[in-house]
């Protein structure tokens, strides 16, 4: 690890401040990505500005929705009663997450900004885009079984690995940064993450400085009807091969909303539009549900390891919608 400045900030105006005259610094949340990535110089920071004291943990009804703090600890938002109950989705994705030790430690603001787990991204004997710009892609002709299939170009084919993105995708939440000029400024999340395109090193539009202060939700959280579905090499503690967040709402066999996110698919939470459209309107049955992952997954664009993807997928989206409306 090379050596750093460490300051502390207690008022969000002042990390911002203090971020923003350090062009190579990074904030420090709860540090559970940050500091391996440091330590593997990977992320070679000159000065961290801890965000730890910041009065940013509350979660908290609005009138149309809710606001989780970007300070808040992943157990602490998971756990919370009114996401139980009014966003199960989101509280399942989080606690399929890591392990209970790195959920009492990471923070919202850190889950939804963490990085790609792509093994060349972590190796610097190898070339990585994402890491060096300029340098290739050492997963597009390697072993790419873990990678996406969605989105992806010649610059980069890695995917994101956070659980909690997929259900606030899903759920259409916004996130709320502030910058420097301490105007705050919403950012929808479709628009958070981007795909690689020409800067697979840049995974959101997040500027040097800008601060997540929060994370919102609208009202509908689907609390009757959701699930989210991880498919994954272990039964615990790893990430994401593939997994849907399902909500919906239907009455009497027609769907009147719904939507499908996909994780472990692409370099951004993956919304599959394509089902999406297909199921609106239509009665919540298996062979919909089937039509529905067959028209999201017949675009889908796999390399040399990972064909496997697009089946786990389509069989993926069928089960959470089953398990979602109770009709598994
Ligand atoms: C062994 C292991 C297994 C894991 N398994 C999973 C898993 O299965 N699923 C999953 O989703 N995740 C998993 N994780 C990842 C874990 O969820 C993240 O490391 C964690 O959420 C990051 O949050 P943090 O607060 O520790 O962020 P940090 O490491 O402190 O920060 C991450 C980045 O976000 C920036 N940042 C943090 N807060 C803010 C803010 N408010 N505003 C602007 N920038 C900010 C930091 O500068 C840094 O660049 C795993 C991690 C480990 C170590």
């Not at 996909?262 to 993956?270: D, I, M, R």
């Not at 298996?286 to 675009?299: K, L, V």
């Amino acid at each position: 690890m090379k050596p750093f400045e460490y300051r502390r900030a207690t008022t969000p105006d002042e990390a911002v401040a203090t971020l923003s005259d350090h062009p190579q610094g990074h904030y420090l949340a709860g540090g559970t990505n940050l500091l391996d990535l440091m330590k593997d110089e990977i992320e070679n920071a000159t000065d961290l500005v801890d965000l730890t004291r910041l009065e940013l943990t509350e979660i908290s009804a609005l009138p149309d929705g809710i606001r989780m703090g970007a300070l808040a600890k992943n157990s602490d938002t998971a756990n919370h009663p009114l996401v139980r109950k009014n966003y199960p989705l989101l509280s399942q994705a989080m606690l399929s997450a890591a392990s209970a030790q790195i959920r009492n430690m990471a923070t919202n603001g850190g889950n939804i900004l963490q990085r790609t787990r792509c093994p060349y991204f972590y190796d610097s004997a190898t070339p990585c885009n994402k890491r060096e710009p300029g340098t290739g892609c050492g997963a597009l002709e390697g072993l790419n079984r873990t990678h996406a299939i969605f989105g992806a170009n010649e610059q980069c084919v890695a995917v994101h690995p956070s659980d909690m993105a997929v259900a606030l995708a899903a759920l259409d939440a916004n996130v709320r940064v502030i910058d420097s000029s301490k105007e705050e400024r919403v950012i929808p999340f479709a628009e958070f993450h981007r795909l690689p395109g020409e800067q697979p090193e840049l995974d959101n539009v997040l500027r040097h400085g800008d601060l997540i202060v929060a994370i919102d939700l609208p009202k509908n959280g689907f609390p009757e009807h959701s699930y989210y579905l991880k498919v994954r090499d272990r039964a615990s503690y790893a990430f994401a091969l593939v997994s849907v967040a399902a909500a919906l709402d239907f009455t009497d066999d027609q769907i009147s909303d719904v939507r499908i996110a996909l994780g472990g698919v692409a370099h951004k939470p993956w919304r599959a539009l394509k089902a999406e459209a297909f199921l609106k309107g239509k009665a919540a049955t298996t062979e919909n549900f089937t039509a529905a992952a067959d028209a999201e997954m017949s675009a889908a664009k796999p390399l040399e390891h990972n064909g496997y993807k697009v089946e786990l997928a389509r069989r993926a989206i069928v089960r959470a919608l089953q398990k979602a409306t109770g009709t598994a």
